[in-house]
Structures are given as C-alpha cells and as structure tokens.
C-alpha cells in the first residue's frame, strides 16, 4: 500500500534555482493537495487540484506554479527558489464520500527543502 | 480571514486526564467536513477524526471524540484518558465541498505529563 509518494524527500537548492516536487496517489482520489510548513506552524495551502483537470491557488502560491498531470499525479514546481521558500512540503489526497467514515486526506511523507 | 482558529498555542494534560483541544471554523458552503490530524515529533500527519457537517451524531474514534456544535462553528477534539504517546503538535482541518480546498489551523501542541 503506497498511498501517496513524494520525491524527494531531502533537496537543498541554491537561491534562483528551479526544481520540481513529484506527488503520485494510488488511490484513485479526485482531490490532491499541495502544502507548506515552517517550524513549529501549522499547514498553509499552496495549490490544490479538486479534480483531474483543474487546478487552483490556495493561500500562498505566490513563487509556485502546479501540474495535475492526471488523475495520480499532482507535481509542485519552484522556478526561482528563494531561502523563504525553505519548508516541508506536504502533498495529500483525498476522496470524500457522503457520510461519516471514508473521509480522510491521506499524506505524503514530507519533502524538506532548504534554500540557501 | 482565517478560516480555521486554533486558539491554544500549547496545552498540558496529566496522564490519565481528558483535554480537550478548541477548533472554531469559518465557512459560507453549507457542505463541508472537519478533520483532526495528529504529528508526533518525528513528523507525519496522523489522521485522529472526521465529521461530517450533515452527520447528526458527534464523531469518536476510540479515545477521541469531536464535539461537534454547528450553530457556534466550534469542532473540538475531546481525548480521554491521555497517554504519553498522545504528546504531539495536533491540527484542525476544514474541507469545503463545494470549493474543494482543504485547510488547517495552526495547531495546538499537546505535552501529557507523568
């Protein structure tokens, strides 16, 4: 049982250097999730795809752009790194279902990048 | 405006005691779903709970509970009988249907004490 995978899990990157963040769900969700955090905060939400085909800016996408390549893959990409953007990244998926159980956002491992 | 507060930077708890951890929620979509994560210290979200904003019973899942008051858009996480092991950064989430998007708070870090 993957669930979801992300790679890498550890990059360090020079400032203005550009690299992309690789998510895969084997799960057949609709809904993938991109998010960011700092230390010691909690999770903000950079972009999210609510199904295959779409995609849109959550709280802070500024720096990032996304690509929901099909319905398994969701990849996060930074053009020009900045050390502000040095964070664990965190992509999720989801399914809901109408009721009570079966919702859950299923999460990656976390990737950590460092600008510097 | 934030839409999920989490007022409680950090918590302490006795072993054995129940806490409870406050959520409130901002929304407009009548449809819509709260989750509570866990994340120990080494890092991974853990998935604790799940309420639905139509279901009309309030959520457990073993020793955890969600109390659940719509009118007030409160989604607090009741633990009972706490353990060492539940000492971890815990977050409230919201996923609005009808957007799509799913957001946290910014946590609460729960220290159980022997």
């Known amino acids: 049982n993957a669930g979801v995978t992300q790679t890498p899990k550890f990059q360090v990157l020079k400032t203005g250097q550009s690299m992309t963040l690789q998510c895969a769900q084997d799960m057949n969700h609709n809904s993938m999730y991109w998010y960011r955090q700092d230390p010691g905060m909690g999770l903000r939400l950079i972009y999210y795809s609510a199904s295959e085909g779409t995609t849109d800016k959550g709280e802070v996408p500024n720096g990032y752009n996304v690509s929901r390549l099909n319905k398994r893959e969701f990849s996060l990409r930074l053009e020009s790194a900045a050390p502000s953007q040095t964070s664990v990244y965190f992509c999720a998926s989801l399914q809901a279902r109408q009721g009570h159980s079966g919702n859950t956002i299923y999460f990656g491992e976390g990737s950590w990048l460092t600008v510097v | 405006a934030q839409k999920i507060t989490q007022t409680q930077p950090g918590m302490f708890v006795q072993e054995k005691e129940a806490v409870t951890l406050d959520c409130t929620y901002d929304t407009s979509d009548p449809s819509y779903g709260l989750f509570w994560y866990k994340q120990p210290s080494s890092g991974e979200m853990i998935f604790l709970i799940y309420?639905?904003?139509?279901?009309?019973q309030n959520a457990t899942e073993g020793r955890y509970s969600l109390n659940f008051q719509k009118a007030r858009k409160s989604a607090n996480l009741v633990i009972s009988a706490s353990q060492l092991g539940d000492s971890a950064m815990y977050f409230c989430?919201?996923?609005?249907?009808?957007?799509?998007?799913?957001?946290f708070g910014d946590g609460t870090t729960l220290t159980v004490k022997p």
């Open positions: 309420q639905g904003s139509y279901d009309q």
């Open positions: 989430a919201m996923r609005e249907t009808n957007a799509g998007k799913s957001t």
